[in-house]
C-alpha cells in the first residue's frame, strides 16, 4: 500500500513509474531507490533517441526469475540506512541464494503467450465518416451533401453508400491482437554448509502489441556464499544482461504511430496503386502528419544495452559479537542507439532530406564501496541491543558520443558512411559522487518495546562547497500490545504492534551535476573560430532537499496468523525544493538552480491479507490493499508558473491543470461556450485558470489479488507446481 506503479507507454521494456507516498519534488527526481542485494541500481534512462513521450528504463534489464523477494521501505527510519539516496523510499530487491540442500535442485521454467490491447478506442468507419463530414458542411450553410455529390469535384471525399469505398482500420493496421511474449529459465540451486550457489540463466522475448515493438533480453546469474573458517565469510553476486529492444516514436511526437492512427482518414488506404505508403496530405486526416502504418514500419529504433552487476563482500568476526563487513560492487552499463529513417519517412521528406541516420553510444560506470562494523549483544535474556556503524562512498560517471547523418542514396541501408551529410556529432562526459557516514542503535526490551535511532552525515558533489553535507537523524519506536499482561484475555489475537516513525532524508537526485557551480562553454562560437562564453549561473549556496517525515501505524494478525492488516498514516513535508529559479535578464541568464519551495505530501494506508487455504498440496491466499493521498505545494517563492496545460500554485498540488474552463454547449448554436475571464470578448490563452477540483492526483488506488499455489502428482515421482494469480487494481 502507499506505493503507485504506472506504465509509461506500451513499448515493451519501457519504464514504469513507481512514486511511494506521492511526488516530492517539482525538478528534481520522486522516483525511488532501486537496490539489487545491496548494490544501488542505476534506473535512469540513458537513451539518447527521441522517444517522444515514454522512456527506458535500465531496471528492466533485471531478470524476475532470479528474485527471492521485494521490500518497500516508505517512512524515513525504515530507509534511513540508505540515506540520501533513499529519499524517496527505497525498492530492496533481494536475488535468490544458495541452500545447504546437498545435492543440487535444478529448476526449469518457461512460459509462453500471447498480448492483445486492453481497450481499443471505437473509431468511425468511411461512411461514417462522409456522413459526419457532410453534415457538419451542411451546419456551416454549403449544400447537402457537399464531400460527395455537390461539392467541387476535387474536394469530394466520396459516397457514403459505395459498397467499394475504401474502409480503413487503422488500429487493425497497427496493432497486434496475439502478440507473443515467452520466457525460458534455467537454474541450479544447492551447496553444503561452506558453499552455497545459485546459478540462473534466462531468455525473454516480448513482441509489442503495438507493431514495429519488441524486447529482448538474455541474461546470466551467479551468487555464491562461501565459509572460510569460523570466523570469516565471503561471498560474490555477478549479473550480466543483454537487452535489445526495438521502438518507435511515442505519441508525445507529431510522427508517432497511435497519435497519427487517432487521426487518420478511414477512407486513405495503406498504400497506393503505385505500392508507395498513402500521404495523409492527399486525404481529410486534418492533423495527421504521418502514415500510421508507414510511422510502424518506415522509422528504425534500435537500442542495444549491454549490463554488468557485480559486488564482492567479506565478513569477519572481530572478536566476540562485533563483526566487519566490507563490500565492493559494480554497475557497469554500455547502450547502443542506432535509429534510421527513409526517404519515405515524413520527417525526412518534410525536412527535405533524403533520410536520417544517427548512432550514439552512452557508457555508465556506477561503484560503491561500503565498510560496517555491527555490534550485537543481549543481557539479562530481556535486553537485546545492535549497534552499527557505516561508511561508503559512491561514485557515478557517464561518457556519451553521438552522430548524426542524413541524405542517403539508399533507403536500405543505414550505415552512417553512406550518408552525404554528417550534420552533428559530439561527445559528453560527467560524473558525480557521494560520502556517507552512517550511525544506528537498535534497542528491544523483551521483544515488547523497540527502540531505533540513527544519524547520518551525507555529503554530495553537486552542492556548493559551503553546503555539501547534509545531517539527517531519524527515530522510531514501537509497542508489542500483545506481549502485554493485559491482552491475554484476547486469544483471537495472534500478534498487534504500535509503531511510530520520524526522520529526515536528503535528496540530491534530479539537477545538473554542476548545478551548484558557474559554468563556460567552448565552442566556434565567434566568426567560425573557436571561443569560450559563459553558459550557466552557479549558486554557491545550493544544498539539500529535505524531506522530514512522521508515521504512525499499527500491524496485527489473528487466529494464529490466519488474517492480518496494516495500517498507516503519514506526513511528509519536503523543504528547500530544488528547483530552477528564474533571475533578471541583466545577468546574461534566464535561470539558476535555487533551493525553494515546499510540497507537502500526507494519506493513509490499510492493508488486509488472508491465508484462505493452507495445505500441503494446496495454498490460497487473498490480499487487498487501499490508499489516500493527498499533495500540496504549501510554498513557492515565484507563485503562478505556467508551464504549457499546468500550472505551479501554492495551496494547489503538483501537475495542477491550467486550462480554459469549459461551460458547456450553446444550445442556440451548438458551439462550446467557455469563460471569458478576463472579458475581452476573446477566448484566448488569457482566459486560462488553475483548475482545483480536478487534479491529476487519486482520491485513492488500491488493489485486490488472489494467489492458488498447487501441486498436481502427473505420474510417481514426478511433480509439478502450478501458480495461478488474480489481480484487481482501481484507482479513483
Given at each position: 500500500?502507499?506505493?503507485?506503479?504506472?506504465?509509461?507507454?506500451?513499448?515493451?521494456?519501457?519504464?514504469?513509474?513507481?512514486?511511494?507516498?506521492?511526488?516530492?519534488?517539482?525538478?528534481?527526481?520522486?522516483?525511488?531507490?532501486?537496490?539489487?542485494?545491496?548494490?544501488?541500481?542505476?534506473?535512469?534512462n540513458?537513451?539518447?533517441?527521441?522517444?517522444?513521450?515514454?522512456?527506458?528504463?535500465?531496471?528492466?534489464?533485471?531478470?524476475?526469475?532470479?528474485?527471492?523477494?521485494?521490500?518497500?521501505?516508505?517512512?524515513?527510519?525504515?530507509?534511513?540506512?540508505?540515506?540520501?539516496?533513499?529519499?524517496?523510499g527505497?525498492?530492496?530487491?533481494?536475488?535468490?541464494?544458495?541452500?545447504?540442500?546437498?545435492?543440487?535442485?535444478?529448476?526449469?521454467?518457461?512460459?509462453?503467450?500471447?498480448?492483445?490491447?486492453?481497450y481499443?478506442?471505437?473509431?468511425?468507419?468511411?461512411?461514417?465518416?462522409?456522413?459526419?463530414m457532410?453534415?457538419?458542411?451542411?451546419?456551416d450553410?454549403?449544400?447537402?451533401?457537399?464531400?460527395?455529390?455537390?461539392?467541387?469535384?476535387?474536394?469530394?471525399?466520396?459516397?457514403?453508400?459505395?459498397?467499394?469505398?475504401?474502409?480503413?482500420?487503422w488500429?487493425?493496421?497497427?496493432?497486434?491482437?496475439?502478440?507473443?511474449?515467452?520466457?525460458?529459465?534455467?537454474?541450479?540451486?544447492?551447496?553444503?554448509?561452506?558453499?552455497?550457489?545459485?546459478?540462473?540463466?534466462?531468455?525473454f522475448?516480448?513482441?509489442?502489441?503495438?507493431?514495429?515493438?519488441?524486447?529482448?533480453?538474455?541474461?546470466?546469474?551467479?551468487?555464491?556464499?562461501?565459509?572460510?573458517?569460523?570466523?570469516?565469510?565471503?561471498?560474490?553476486?555477478?549479473?550480466?544482461?543483454?537487452?535489445?529492444?526495438?521502438?518507435?516514436i511515442?505519441?508525445n511526437?507529431?510522427?508517432?504511430?497511435m497519435?497519427?492512427?487517432?487521426?487518420?482518414?478511414?477512407?486513405m488506404?495503406?498504400?497506393?496503386?503505385?505500392?508507395n505508403?498513402?500521404?495523409?496530405?492527399?486525404?481529410?486526416?486534418?492533423?495527421?502528419?504521418?502514415?500510421?502504418?508507414?510511422?510502424?514500419?518506415?522509422?528504425?529504433?534500435?537500442?542495444?544495452?549491454?549490463?554488468?552487476?557485480?559486488?564482492?563482500?567479506?565478513?569477519?568476526?572481530?572478536?566476540?559479537?562485533?563483526?566487519f563487513?566490507?563490500?565492493?560492487?559494480?554497475d557497469?552499463?554500455?547502450?547502443?542507439?542506432?535509429?534510421?529513417?527513409?526517404?519515405?519517412?515524413?520527417?525526412?521528406?518534410?525536412?527535405?532530406?533524403?533520410?536520417?541516420?544517427?548512432?550514439?553510444?552512452?557508457e555508465?560506470?556506477?561503484?560503491?564501496?561500503?565498510?560496517?562494523?555491527?555490534?550485537?549483544?543481549?543481557?539479562?535474556?530481556?535486553?537485546?541491543?545492535?549497534?552499527?556503524?557505516?561508511?561508503?562512498?559512491?561514485?557515478?560517471?557517464?561518457?556519451?558520443?553521438?552522430?548524426?547523418?542524413?541524405?542517403?542514396?539508399?533507403?536500405?541501408?543505414?550505415?552512417l558512411?553512406?550518408?552525404?551529410?554528417?550534420?552533428d556529432?559530439?561527445?559528453?562526459?560527467?560524473?558525480?559522487g557521494i560520502?556517507?557516514l552512517?550511525?544506528?542503535?537498535?534497542?528491544?526490551?523483551?521483544?515488547?518495546?523497540?527502540?531505533?535511532?540513527?544519524?547520518?552525515?551525507?555529503?554530495?558533489?553537486?552542492?556548493?562547497s559551503?553546503?555539501?553535507?547534509?545531517?539527517?537523524?531519524?527515530?522510531?519506536?514501537?509497542?508489542?500490545?500483545?506481549?502485554?499482561?493485559?491482552?491475554?484475555?484476547?486469544?483471537?489475537?495472534?500478534?498487534?504492534?504500535?509503531?511510530?516513525?520520524?526522520?529526515?532524508?536528503?535528496?540530491?537526485?534530479?539537477?545538473?551535476?554542476?548545478?551548484?557551480?558557474?559554468?563556460?562553454?567552448?565552442?566556434?562560437?565567434?566568426?567560425?573560430?573557436?571561443?569560450?562564453?559563459?553558459?550557466r549561473?552557479?549558486n554557491?549556496?545550493?544544498?539539500?532537499?529535505?524531506?522530514?517525515?512522521?508515521?504512525?501505524?499499527?500491524?496485527?494478525?489473528?487466529?494464529?496468523?490466519?488474517?492480518?492488516?496494516?495500517?498507516?498514516t503519514?506526513?511528509?513535508?519536503?523543504t528547500?525544493?530544488?528547483?530552477?529559479?528564474?533571475?533578471?535578464?541583466?545577468?546574461?541568464f534566464?535561470?539558476?538552480?535555487?533551493?525553494?519551495?515546499?510540497?507537502?505530501?500526507?494519506?493513509?494506508?490499510?492493508?488486509?491479507?488472508?491465508?484462505?487455504?493452507?495445505t500441503?498440496?494446496?495454498?490460497?491466499?487473498?490480499?487487498?490493499?487501499?490508499?489516500?493521498?493527498?499533495?500540496?505545494?504549501?510554498?513557492?517563492?515565484?507563485?503562478?508558473?505556467?508551464?504549457?496545460?499546468?500550472?505551479?500554485?501554492?495551496?494547489?498540488?503538483?501537475?495542477?491543470?491550467?486550462?480554459?474552463?469549459?461551460?458547456?454547449?450553446?444550445?442556440?448554436?451548438?458551439?462550446?461556450?467557455?469563460?471569458?475571464?478576463?472579458?475581452?470578448?476573446?477566448?484566448?490563452?488569457?482566459?486560462?485558470?488553475?483548475?482545483?477540483?480536478?487534479?491529476?492526483?487519486?482520491?485513492?488506488?488500491?488493489?485486490?489479488?488472489?494467489?492458488?499455489d498447487?501441486?498436481?502428482?502427473?505420474?510417481?515421482g514426478?511433480?509439478?507446481?502450478?501458480?495461478?494469480?488474480?489481480?484487481?487494481?482501481?484507482?479513483?
Open positions: 500500500s502507499g506505493v503507485s506503479v504506472a506504465s509509461s507507454s506500451g513499448q515493451p521494456g519501457a519504464a514504469v513509474k513507481i512514486l511511494i507516498r506521492g511526488a516530492t519534488s517539482i525538478t528534481a527526481s520522486s522516483e525511488p531507490l532501486y537496490v539489487v542485494d545491496g548494490i544501488p541500481m542505476t534506473s535512469d540513458n537513451s539518447i533517441l527521441e522517444t517522444g513521450g515514454y522512456n527506458f528504463n535500465s531496471m528492466s534489464d533485471i531478470n524476475p526469475d532470479d528474485i527471492e523477494s521485494i521490500d518497500i521501505l516508505k517512512d524515513a527510519s525504515a530507509a534511513a540506512i540508505y540515506g540520501a539516496r533513499g529519499a524517496n527505497v525498492v530492496q530487491i533481494t536475488t535468490k541464494r544458495g541452500a545447504e540442500s546437498g545435492k543440487p535442485s535444478i529448476t526449469l521454467d518457461r512460459y509462453t503467450g500471447t498480448q492483445s490491447p486492453a481499443i478506442v471505437p473509431m468511425m468507419n468511411s461512411k461514417q465518416f462522409i456522413e459526419l457532410n453534415e457538419a458542411a451542411e451546419n450553410g454549403l449544400p447537402s451533401g457537399y464531400f460527395s455529390t455537390s461539392g467541387p469535384e476535387w474536394n469530394r471525399i466520396g459516397d457514403p453508400n459505395d459498397p467499394n469505398l475504401v474502409n480503413t482500420d488500429y487493425g493496421e497497427v496493432l497486434r491482437k496475439d502478440a507473443p511474449i515467452e520466457n525460458t529459465s534455467l537454474s541450479v540451486r544447492g551447496g553444503s554448509d561452506k558453499l552455497k550457489y545459485f546459478v540462473n540463466g534466462s531468455h522475448d516480448q513482441a509489442g502489441i503495438q507493431k514495429g515493438t519488441n524486447y529482448n533480453r538474455l541474461s546470466f546469474r551467479t551468487n555464491l556464499d562461501a565459509v572460510i573458517n569460523n570466523k570469516m565469510s565471503i561471498g560474490t553476486n555477478v549479473y550480466i544482461s543483454k537487452s535489445d529492444a526495438l521502438s518507435t511515442g505519441d511526437s507529431y510522427f508517432g504511430v497519435i497519427n492512427t487517432l487521426a487518420a482518414d478511414p477512407t488506404p495503406v498504400f497506393e496503386e503505385d505500392g505508403y498513402s500521404n495523409p496530405f492527399h486525404y481529410y486526416s486534418w492533423w495527421a502528419l504521418e502514415n500510421p502504418t508507414a510511422a510502424a514500419d518506415l522509422y528504425k529504433r534500435n537500442t542495444i544495452t549491454n549490463r554488468f552487476l557485480g559486488s564482492v563482500f567479506a565478513e569477519y568476526d572481530l572478536i566476540d559479537k562485533l563483526k563487513k566490507s563490500s565492493y560492487s559494480l557497469y552499463s554500455y547502450l547502443k542507439d542506432i535509429m534510421h529513417y527513409p526517404s519515405t519517412a515524413a520527417e525526412s521528406w518534410q525536412s527535405g532530406v533524403t533520410g536520417r541516420g544517427l548512432f550514439a553510444n552512452s555508465n560506470l556506477t561503484w560503491l564501496t561500503e565498510n560496517m562494523l555491527t555490534y550485537e549483544t543481549s543481557f539479562h535474556q530481556k535486553h537485546h541491543l545492535n549497534l552499527l556503524l557505516v561508511y561508503t562512498t559512491q561514485n557515478a560517471s557517464n561518457d556519451v558520443a553521438s552522430i548524426l547523418a542524413q541524405n542517403y542514396s539508399n533507403d536500405n541501408l543505414g550505415a558512411d553512406l550518408a552525404a551529410d554528417i550534420v556529432a559530439s561527445t559528453m562526459g560527467t560524473s558525480w560520502e556517507s552512517v550511525s544506528r542503535v537498535n534497542y528491544n526490551l523483551d521483544y515488547k518495546y523497540y527502540l531505533t535511532a540513527s544519524v547520518r552525515r551525507d555529503g554530495s558533489s553537486r552542492f556548493g559551503n553546503r555539501r553535507y547534509g545531517i539527517f537523524p531519524s527515530f522510531s519506536a514501537a509497542w508489542r500490545l500483545t506481549k502485554e499482561p493485559f491482552m491475554s484475555g484476547f486469544g483471537f489475537l495472534s500478534d498487534m504492534k504500535l509503531r511510530y516513525s520520524y526522520g529526515k532524508t536528503g535528496n540530491q537526485d534530479g539537477i545538473n551535476n554542476f548545478a551548484s557551480r558557474a559554468l563556460w562553454t567552448v565552442a566556434a562560437a565567434y566568426n567560425g573560430s573557436a571561443g569560450i562564453s559563459p553558459s549561473m552557479g554557491a549556496e545550493l544544498e539539500w532537499e529535505t524531506t522530514t517525515q512522521n508515521n504512525f501505524g499499527f500491524d496485527a494478525s489473528f487466529l494464529d496468523n490466519r488474517f492480518s492488516v496494516t495500517f498507516d503519514y506526513q511528509k513535508l519536503t528547500g525544493l530544488l528547483l530552477d529559479s528564474n533571475v533578471p535578464g541583466f545577468t546574461g534566464t535561470t539558476v538552480t535555487r533551493n525553494i519551495g515546499e510540497v507537502m505530501n500526507s494519506g493513509t494506508e490499510f492493508s488486509f491479507r488472508s491465508f484462505n487455504i493452507d500441503e498440496d494446496f495454498t490460497w491466499t487473498t490480499t487487498f490493499n487501499v490508499s489516500t493521498i493527498k499533495n500540496e505545494i504549501t510554498k513557492l517563492e515565484q507563485d503562478d508558473q505556467d508551464i504549457a496545460t499546468n500550472i505551479l500554485k501554492e495551496g494547489y498540488p503538483l501537475g495542477a491543470f491550467y486550462l480554459i474552463h469549459w461551460e458547456g454547449v450553446d444550445p442556440e448554436t451548438g458551439n462550446s461556450s467557455y469563460t471569458d475571464i478576463n472579458g475581452d470578448g476573446v477566448i484566448n490563452s488569457a482566459d486560462m485558470q488553475p483548475i482545483k477540483d480536478k487534479t491529476p492526483w487519486p482520491d485513492y488506488f488500491g488493489g485486490f489479488g488472489n494467489l492458488l498447487f501441486l498436481l502428482c502427473l505420474a510417481p514426478a511433480d509439478l507446481n502450478r501458480v495461478v494469480t488474480t489481480a484487481r487494481a482501481r484507482i479513483g
